[in-house]
């Protein structure tokens, strides 16, 4: 069991959560609960799913999260490309967001493979 509070892919992705409230509180209120909140719920999927791999019991177990964690990312990522595509975020802000995404899928692609070493 690994104690996700010192995993700094789980702080990076607990900041990304928080860059991503303050990037859709701009969107239209037309927006609320249709790609406003589905971006949130993709954002606070990867932290949660980080978090939840590490209260498991195996490797294998902690491993399957950090898969939907990167599955969450990915979607996320996505979805912030379709808010640009529509015109909500600017190129400079999509940029800035996605680098932070791109950083912590490289990071939970790390976590997988150090456990891979783990005997």
Known sequence: MHNFRELKVWKKSRILVKDVYILTQKFPKAE?????????????????????GCGRDTKKQLSHFLEIAMGSSCELETQLLLAF??????EIELNTVVTQINKIQKMIVGFKKSLQNLV
């Open 32 to 52: 609320q609960f249709g790609l406003t909140s589905q971006i949130r719920r993709s954002a606070i999927s990867v932290p949660s799913n980080i978090a939840e």
């Open 85 to 90: 595509d529509i015109g909500y975020l600017t």
